[in-house]
């Protein structure tokens, strides 16, 4: 018998359908081993010796992996193609080893990038061994990611309560979209203006024209400053008789766009999909996996995290044969199209995505796949085919028009217009944008020859106004980190996802603001940690990374060069005061918490007090402005003065349309418990029909069509096959969630609720833990009670994590993780839990005692 090893149990599943009864495939269910979250797992003495631990469960998986080894001919690892899966393999083979379990055991390392029968057959005729230096990049990454988390955030805690935490990545993702908001709030609005003027030929066809050039000087764009000015040209252009003075015409190509890496696919997926980074990659790792077709489970897409562009021949060769019996020969390029990235520091060591099956076509496989699945499957397989198709060719067309004024002047008003020749690739497929261009051409223009007479319609004088910089979406963030070099394609989503859950950053209208804890935590590190919040250090980091995983740089070396540095760095603040970190945070975000006054005066100047200076406060619960005669004067405020935390949450209700059935008009509101849409206004002692908006959805995608959607929950999917009762979807206090006769099982994500199943829910529903699994699991034991003794421990419970000492139960903050804790900390929590209950039990038997006077 021979044992393979795989990251997941739907792989397992499938895969060992394809290698047979001399086969059997475990699941490691991922990582099996961590570092653990407390101090002293990397060890900077001991030359960076790596402590790890191995929870319940994977010890569990772990025992099992290893008696299905003992005895068996060949142990295969067969992990992911990247550096994760190659850690994985390697921690399972470090504690196979550690268990004696693998006497006499041939030990192989196979890699596969499709989960299809010929993929996996051809891996298994292709082993090696485990990836040294790919190893040691892993480990170098671990160990700094773990170095700078847990030497960084004890520091923010201190001298930032309320701060969460400091990472690698993290906190350089962070400044991005910070220094972005700053650059908002800096920016001064410039006014200028244009002409437009609608002309007409003598044939009737109307086209527009824009005010290009007087006296043969081209105009830059703020020419025009001002509506006096503009209201003189217009009248000029008014009166003139313009004539064709030049006619250009010229063609222009236009090549496809290569396949996607894990980065593309995330953008366009949230340009043209609406879907989040996580959900993207949760979507495309079902498509990846397997999905049931017909009896026979098949792995729909190649791997999904790389970021090469570059594609098998033989899914060129595939590519071309669709394009030339779908398409025609006409569509099909006389060479096959070779790409090669362009993003910094890429790898390319892996295939860019692409369907396992070119012939395999979206209509095939509709009918097996959930809506999203669907959706990505249609979008992997459009940029795989459109990357093998022949150019657009299209042809630009500008005429100038010119008339002598009045004024002796000669003005030239100029139209352009483009028209596609040839659609080419764009025929099946066409990439998405992120901001529209101000200077896209228009269409097709009406025939027209030199010299010839146009007759002027209209002419509008337009003021326009420059505008800020767009905040970053997920899409435009995990571009710029990926221009940058910071980051790869397995941390991006990770990332944005640590962002959001530490409350530094907050989506609205889809796009990422930062909160003032964000700003704050990146203000200080800019203040005293600048280095390591640099583009470039980040880049640089990263660029060492990929030179370990090829074996040209040794990965204790980096760590040593590293660590050094940032350890003195950390060692030079330890003994910071408070004050002068205030101080310096102060002068950093200055424009953004003492925003400018009136008449020019000082915006620090205390509006409570005569004398006072405001200025950033620390308390129990994070920074806030206070006054610098407290406590004589207790004037604060919050961090930030900023209205739009509240943009699109207050104000009055915004009417989205009516409902088709009813008639009766659809507004969004904001209530106590936050936005919810709203059906009528109710009457006759009736009230109007009304539903949440689920925590996390963008208040941007609530329209009409949402709203119905939403005030339609809880939404019945059908009959259990077993059962013959409803299955429902909703959204209930945890989330999105299927329900059948009382019992309920989470969704992945809110688009689910909308879109799930009955296949996917009647899986769900099967999958879901019992009451057993669901009891309160030890997640970290911090030792006995410095003063009474008696374990303390860190659970994980129905409603999150707690602290238990005996039997008192004291929930964690929201600000802190459980793996942060520690037994100082919890002995706290605990004492104020055995507080506030004896304060209960006091006030309960007072309220008995008085109950019994008045009954006497």
Request: neutral net charge; hydrophobic residues 35%; aromatic residues 8%.
């Amino acid at each position: 018998m021979n044992v393979v090893i795989v990251e997941s149990p739907a792989k397992a599943k499938t895969i060992n359908k394809y290698l047979g009864p001399d086969y059997q495939v475990l699941a490691s269910y991922g990582h099996v081993r961590d570092l653990p979250s407390k101090d002293g797992s990397v060890s900077p003495d001991n030359d960076f010796e790596m402590h790890w631990d191995i929870d319940g469960k994977s010890a569990k998986r772990l025992s099992d992996i290893a008696k299905a080894v003992k005895g068996s001919q060949k142990l295969i690892l067969a992990t992911d193609p990247d550096r994760e899966g190659e850690a994985i393999s390697w921690h399972v083979l470090q504690v196979l080893q550690q268990k004696n379990a693998l006497k006499d055991v041939e030990v192989e390392r196979v890699v596969f990038n499709a989960i299809t029968r010929k993929s996996v057959l051809e891996a298994m005729q292709h082993p090696r061994v485990i990836d040294a230096p790919l190893v040691d990049a892993y480990l170098a990454r671990r160990a700094l990611d773990y170095l700078v988390g847990f030497t960084l955030s004890p520091v923010l805690w201190r001298k930032l309560p309320g701060a969460r935490s400091a990472g690698r990545v993290q906190s350089v993702a962070l400044r991005l979209v910070c220094d972005r908001e700053a650059e908002i709030e800096a920016f001064n609005s410039r006014e200028y203006w244009s002409i437009v003027a609608a002309m007409k030929t003598a044939a009737g066809e109307e086209f527009e024209s824009r005010l290009n050039a007087i006296d043969g000087a081209k105009l830059d764009k703020f020419d025009i400053s001002d509506e006096a000015g503009a209201t003189s040209l217009k009248q000029a252009i008014e009166q003139g008789a313009f004539a064709v003075q030049s006619i250009e015409s010229k063609a222009h190509t236009r090549n496809p766009q290569p396949p996607f890496t894990t980065s593309t696919l995330q953008q366009e997926a949230s340009r043209k999909l609406s879907l989040s980074s996580r959900r993207t990659m949760q979507v495309a790792q079902k498509l990846y996996e397997g999905v049931n077709m017909g009896g026979a489970t098949q792995g729909l897409i190649t791997y999904m995290r790389t970021d090469g562009v570059q594609i098998a021949p033989e899914a060129i060769t595939a590519a071309r044969d669709v394009i030339s019996s779908n398409y025609g020969s006409d569509y099909l390029p006389a060479e096959a199209r070779i790409y090669k990235s362009k993003a910094k520091n890429a790898q390319e060591a892996h295939e860019a995505i692409r369907p396992t099956e070119l012939s395999r076509t979206p209509q095939d496989v509709e009918s097996f796949l959930e809506r999203e699945e669907a959706q990505l499957y249609k979008l992997i397989w459009q940029r795989t085919l459109a990357s093998q198709m022949a150019s657009a060719k299209l042809e630009r067309t500008t005429v100038d028009l010119t008339s002598t004024g009045t004024d002796g002047r000669t003005y030239t008003l100029r139209a352009t217009g483009q028209v596609t020749r040839f659609d080419g690739f764009r025929k099946l497929y066409d990439e998405g944008k992120d901001e529209k261009s101000a200077d896209e051409l228009g269409g097709r223009l009406p025939s027209l020859n030199q010299n010839e007479a146009v007759a002027t319609e209209r002419v509008e004088a337009n003021q326009h106004f420059t505008e800020p910089p767009p905040r970053f979406s997920e899409a435009t963030l995990i571009k710029k980190m990926e221009e940058l070099g910071i980051g790869r394609p397995s941390t991006y989503t990770s990332t944005l996802s640590v962002l959001r859950d530490r409350e530094y950053v907050r989506m609205d209208k889809r796009r990422l603001i930062p909160e003032d804890k964000g700003r704050l935590v990146t203000a200080f590190l800019e203040a005293f940690f600048q280095r390591y919040v640099q583009y470039d250090f980040t880049a640089d980091l990263e660029e060492k990374l990929d030179l370990i995983s090829s074996g040209k740089l040794n990965w204790k070396d980096v760590l040593r060069e590293f660590w050094d540095s940032f350890f003195a760095a950390v060692d030079e603040i330890k003994d910071l005061r408070i004050t002068a970190v205030l101080d310096a945070l102060n002068d950093l975000l200055g424009p953004h918490i003492f925003p400018e006054v009136a008449d020019d005066g000082d915006p620090r100047k205390c509006t409570s007090c005569d004398n006072g200076r405001l200025s950033l406060k620390t308390g129990r619960y994070g920074a806030f402005i206070g006054c610098s005669n407290y406590p004589d004067c207790r004037f604060t405020r919050q961090f930030s003065q900023s209205n739009e935390a509240g943009e699109g949450r207050g104000g009055e209700a915004k009417e989205l349309g009516s409902d088709p059935a009813t008639e009766l008009v659809i507004t969004l509101r904001s209530g106590r418990f936050g936005p919810y849409v709203q059906l009528g206004e109710g009457g006759d002692g009736e009230k109007p029909k009304r539903s949440s908006v689920p925590k996390g959805m963008d208040l941007e995608s609530v329209d009409l069509e949402m709203a119905l959607a939403l005030l339609a929950l809880p939404r019945e999917i059908g009959a259990h096959p077993e059962s013959g009762k409803p299955i429902v979807a909703g959204f209930g206090r945890y989330g999105p969630f299927v329900e059948h006769d009382g019992k309920y099982a989470n969704l992945d994500s809110i688009e689910e609720v909308f879109s799930v199943g009955l296949n996917r829910a009647v899986t769900v529903l099967a999958e879901r833990p019992s009451k057993q699994s669901r009891r309160a699991t030890v997640l970290k034991e911090l030792g006995d009670h410095p003063e009474l003794g008696g374990a303390v421990q860190v659970l994980d419970g129905r409603y999150g994590p707690y602290v238990k000492h005996g039997k008192i139960n004291a929930t964690l903050p929201k600000d802190r993780k459980a793996e942060d804790i520690e037994l100082s900390e919890a002995v706290e929590l605990i004492a104020a839990k055995s507080k506030k209950g004896s304060g209960r039990a006091k006030t309960k038997k007072r309220a008995s005692k008085s109950a019994a006077e008045a009954t006497n």
